[in-house]
């Protein structure tokens, strides 16, 4: 799931004690005032040129934050936010997270601005980049090539022969990275929305938070029950399963989603996989591995793998509306070697290379920096140059980063010298999913590289705050309705849980009745009760 590796446990625990003006985390710590006393202005967002456009009343700016907040004389990185102005009478900022971790706040709530239009009648609607992510530091490994993804070529024998690779690739991301992979993690994030609420002068941490945004959510109250306003948790991640366990779960889930979907298409007239189920499962696993051996490129030149076809269709399977277009983009693909549509999907799709005689701007020239302005840039008062678009590896990178340094039993080096371990975790995550399971495991696999991750999202427990809603999902492929279950316990009397009957990952955008009870606690304080419900919206 996309909802889904840097700091020590100690770090951690340090982190948790540092002392901040405004009502951050007590005990004593390094002076943090600078950064929560820092002068924060809004101003218009500008695109240059391309795929998103920013509304005309957005506005975005950015706040600055320390690197490491056990030790902010070490170096500051900026975070950009945009946010939809309140419509009327404010009643403060409202933080959304989308998930991940790995997904870009910025251009998510320029993309959804109208879906947004409710809570916009009393809330400044915020996103933001998170730090290595989008436009605030983004980590990268460089042109690909050193990705941990690509570290494999084939010829290991051992465990061991992985482990060593993955390590070496890390070493290489931090190079192309810098200084912000190794301080990534939602214990940090969470430090920095604290930060970023103070500068926008909300007393409370009014938040939405979509998939991975939910265990952000939970991270806060744990870490700042006192500055905890209304929060909603929808798609709820796990706080307790290592990321071996929820890996697998989260292929088990796409592969039930795939095999739901796959059913549906061969009962419509012209299903490119075939008018039998069982065919076109098979048809779908097929495709997959003619494209590992034998790519398609994209009119753009683009190379389509088996890889980004799994990709692709993990995506779509978030929401069941997705469906018919999926349907036609698998129709490109078979019948015309077509993968843009499913690229576009996946949000993978690059613009086409700038005529060389007109440049990418059409007047002659390159655009700011030699880099196409189809990707968004932005503009604000207080920044003059242009702000270069992400690394297109951008968001892979920063969910291995931040799932690895939250998990304190992901595998070791112990586990890597276990090839009968390792080999029967292949055959779990085979067996789970035969679309799915390799590139979960992979996603396990990647952490060998890095640091040991932090044990304070796994002790979690009991968080004094006011009331705030979790809404889970029966059917959805990536967070199960247990998980929403589990986290409300783990939370305690606090969390009241919204039973949503319907399928897709997440809800708020799927579901009216879901919508409708959210919006609703969020701009009136209207709690759901206890065991609520809503119907599936078929």
């Known amino acids: 799931m996309r909802i889904r590796c840097v700091i020590g446990s100690a770090m951690a625990l340090a982190l948790v004690g540092v002392g901040a003006p405004a009502g951050a985390a007590e005990g004593d710590g390094p002076d943090l005032s600078r950064f929560y006393d820092q002068k924060f202005a809004w101003a218009s967002c500008k695109v240059l040129a391309g795929v998103l456009e920013f509304p005309g009343d957005m506005q975005c700016g950015k706040?600055?934050?320390?690197?490491?907040?056990?030790?902010?004389?070490?170096?500051?990185?900026?975070?950009?936010?945009n946010r939809i102005p309140a419509s009327g009478k404010k009643r403060g900022s409202l933080f959304l997270n989308f998930g991940g971790p790995g997904s870009a706040g910025v251009p998510g709530v320029a993309g959804r601005a109208k879906e947004f239009g409710d809570l916009t009648k009393s809330y400044d609607v915020v996103g933001f980049d998170p730090r290595g992510v989008g436009f605030s530091s983004p980590a990268t490994c460089g042109d690909g090539s050193d990705q941990p993804s690509s570290a494999l070529d084939g010829d290991e024998s051992t465990a061991a022969d992985v482990m060593d690779k993955?390590?070496?690739?890390?070493?290489?991301?931090?190079?192309?990275?810098?200084?912000?992979?190794?301080?990534?993690?939602?214990?940090?994030v969470s430090r920095d929305l604290d930060v970023m609420r103070h500068n926008l002068g909300d007393k409370k941490l009014n938040f939405l938070g979509f998939s991975y945004g939910t265990r952000l959510g939970a991270v806060y109250t744990a870490q700042?029950?006192?500055?905890?306003?209304?929060?909603?948790?929808?798609?709820?991640d796990t706080l307790t399963e290592p990321l071996t366990e929820s890996s697998l779960v989260g292929a088990q889930g796409q592969q039930t989603a795939l095999d739901n979907f796959v059913t549906w298409c061969a009962r419509n007239e012209g299903c490119p996989l075939g008018a039998n189920p069982r065919d076109a499962k098979e048809n779908i696993a097929k495709l997959v591995t003619t494209l590992k051996a034998k790519p398609v490129v994209a009119g753009n030149g683009q190379e389509f793998t088996g890889d980004d076809l799994v990709h692709s269709l993990g995506e779509a399977l978030y929401g069941r509306g997705?469906?018919?277009?999926?349907s036609q983009a698998l129709t490109s693909l078979i019948t015309d070697d077509d993968p843009r549509s499913l690229l576009r999907i996946s949000g993978s799709l690059l613009p086409p290379d700038p005529d060389?005689?007109?440049?990418?701007?059409?007047s002659g020239e390159e655009g700011p920096g030699g880099i196409s302005p189809v990707r968004v840039m932005l503009r604000t008062a207080q920044e003059e140059e242009p702000v270069k678009p992400p690394p297109d590896d951008n968001s892979g990178i920063a969910l291995t980063a931040v799932n690895c340094a939250d998990d304190p039993d992901?595998?070791?080096?112990?586990?890597?010298?276990?090839?009968?371990?390792?080999?029967?975790m292949a055959r779990d995550y085979a067996k789970a999913s035969p679309i799915f399971g390799p590139s979960a495991l992979l996603q396990v696999r990647m952490c060998a590289g890095f640091p040991a991750g932090t044990d304070f999202v796994r002790g979690i427990k009991n968080v004094h705050t006011p009331k705030f809603l979790l809404v889970g999902t029966r059917g959805d492929p990536a967070t199960p309705y247990r998980w929403t279950v589990?986290?409300?316990?783990?939370?305690?009397?606090?969390?009241?849980?919204?039973?949503?009957?319907?399928?897709?990952?997440?809800?708020?955008?799927?579901?009216?009745?879901v919508k409708q009870k959210v919006d609703d606690f969020l701009l009136y304080g209207s709690q759901v009760k206890s065991g609520s419900s809503c119907g599936s919206d078929k």
């Open 322 to 326: 997705n469906w018919p277009y999926l």
């Open 486 to 513: 589990e986290t409300a316990k783990r939370l305690g009397d606090s969390a009241v849980v919204l039973d949503n009957k319907g399928d897709g990952h997440g809800a708020y955008f799927s579901s009216k009745c």
């Open 166 to 188: 993955f390590t070496k690739a890390y070493e290489e991301c931090k190079k192309h990275s810098g200084p912000v992979l190794q301080h990534m993690g939602t214990i940090n």
């Open 63 to 81: 706040v600055t934050v320390p690197l490491d907040y056990a030790a902010p004389e070490k170096g500051t990185i900026d975070l950009f936010l």
């Open 410 to 424: 992901r595998l070791t080096v112990a586990d890597f010298e276990n090839d009968a371990k390792f080999e029967r």
């Open 356 to 362: 060389p005689d007109t440049g990418p701007t059409g």
């Open 224 to 236: 700042f029950p006192k500055n905890t306003g209304r929060l909603v948790l929808d798609g709820v």
